[in-house]
C-alpha cells in the first residue's frame, strides 16, 4: 500500500507543548473541529473531533488521577501533550489528551469524531456500522483509529499521532458548542453533575447520551 503522505503536509499542526500546558477545561473546547491525524502503517486515517470530556486532576472524583500515580495512569503524570490510552470493561480502549497545567495530571477523553479520510482502515476493526457510527463513543473512537496500548505514552508534538487545527469552521465556534455533564461518572458525587462534556451542537457523529 502507498504510503501516507508526511503528516505536516497538514497546516496548522499543534506543534508547540505549550498548547497542551493548560488545564483540560481550557484545552477540551478547542478540540472540538480538529483533526486527528493517524499515521498507521496501512495509511492514514482522519477525524474530525466532535465531543470531548475533561478530566481535571487529583480533585476531580471522576478523573484516573484521583487515585494517585499507578502504573496504568502514569502518562497522565508526565508532560503534557502525550496521549494516555486505557483499557476498559475488558474490551475497551479509550484515547485521552494528557493537559496540565505544569505536572498537574488533567486530561481530554476523546469521545467522537467524523471519520473523513482512511474510512476503509477504520472499519477494519468498525464494520457493518453506519458512517455516523464509526467513531461515536470513546471505544468506538479508539477502534476507529486503530489506537491500542501501544500507542499509549505517545507523544503527539511528534507522531504517529497528531492533532491539526486546519478546518476553521463556524462548527468550532463557542456559539456551536454545547456543555452536559460526563457520561458514566455517577460514582464521582458532585463531580458527576459538572458540566465537562463538550460537543459540537446536533453533530450526527456525537456519541448516544
Same mark, same amino acid.
Given at each position: 500500500m502507498t504510503?501516507a503522505?508526511?503528516?505536516a503536509?497538514? %497546516?496548522?499542526?499543534?506543534?508547540? /507543548? *505549550?498548547?497542551?500546558? &493548560?488545564?483540560? #477545561?481550557?484545552? $477540551?473546547?478547542?478540540?472540538?473541529?480538529?483533526?486527528?491525524?493517524?499515521?498507521?502503517?496501512?495509511?492514514?486515517?482522519?477525524?474530525?473531533?466532535?465531543?470531548?470530556?475533561?478530566?481535571l486532576?487529583?480533585?476531580?472524583?471522576?478523573?484516573?488521577?484521583?487515585?494517585?500515580?499507578t502504573p496504568?495512569?502514569?502518562?497522565?503524570?508526565g508532560?503534557p501533550?502525550?496521549?494516555?490510552?486505557?483499557?476498559?470493561?475488558g474490551?475497551?480502549?479509550?484515547?485521552?489528551?494528557?493537559?496540565?497545567?505544569?505536572?498537574? %495530571?488533567?486530561?481530554v477523553l476523546? /469521545? *467522537?469524531?467524523?471519520? &473523513?479520510?482512511? #474510512?476503509?482502515? $477504520?472499519?477494519?476493526?468498525?464494520?457493518?456500522?453506519?458512517?455516523?457510527?464509526?467513531?461515536a463513543?470513546?471505544?468506538n473512537?479508539?477502534?476507529?483509529?486503530?489506537?491500542?496500548?501501544?500507542?499509549?505514552?505517545?507523544?503527539?508534538?511528534?507522531?504517529?499521532?497528531?492533532?491539526?487545527?486546519?478546518?476553521?469552521?463556524?462548527?468550532g465556534?463557542?456559539?456551536?458548542?454545547?456543555?452536559?455533564?460526563?457520561i458514566?461518572?455517577?460514582?464521582?458525587?458532585?463531580?458527576?453533575?459538572?458540566?465537562?462534556r463538550?460537543?459540537i451542537?446536533?453533530?450526527?457523529?456525537?456519541?448516544?447520551?
Amino acid at each position: 500500500m502507498t504510503a501516507a503522505p508526511a503528516v505536516a503536509a497538514f %497546516p496548522r499542526l499543534i506543534e508547540e /507543548r *505549550a498548547w497542551f500546558d &493548560r488545564s483540560a #477545561a481550557e484545552v $477540551a473546547p478547542e478540540l472540538l473541529g480538529m483533526s486527528l491525524v493517524h499515521d498507521t502503517p496501512a495509511g492514514r486515517i482522519v477525524g474530525r473531533i466532535v465531543e470531548v470530556e475533561a478530566y481535571l486532576g487529583p480533585e476531580d472524583l471522576a478523573a484516573h488521577s484521583a487515585r494517585g500515580r499507578t502504573p496504568r495512569n502514569a502518562v497522565m503524570f508526565g508532560p503534557p501533550g502525550h496521549l494516555y490510552v486505557y483499557f476498559v470493561y475488558g474490551m475497551h480502549h479509550c484515547a485521552n489528551v494528557v493537559c496540565g497545567p505544569g505536572t498537574k %495530571p488533567e486530561a481530554v477523553l476523546l /469521545r *467522537a469524531a467524523q471519520i &473523513r479520510e482512511g #474510512a476503509a482502515l $477504520a472499519r477494519l476493526s468498525r464494520s457493518g456500522v453506519p458512517a455516523t457510527r464509526l467513531a461515536a463513543g470513546p471505544g468506538n473512537l479508539a477502534a476507529a483509529f486503530g489506537i491500542d496500548r501501544t500507542l499509549n505514552g505517545a507523544d503527539l508534538t511528534r507522531g504517529p499521532l497528531r492533532l491539526a487545527a486546519h478546518e476553521p469552521s463556524a462548527a468550532g465556534t463557542a456559539a456551536a458548542i454545547v456543555r452536559t455533564p460526563r457520561i458514566g461518572v455517577d460514582y464521582a458525587g458532585s463531580w458527576s453533575t459538572r458540566p465537562l462534556r463538550f460537543l459540537i451542537a446536533d453533530d450526527a457523529h456525537r456519541s448516544r447520551p
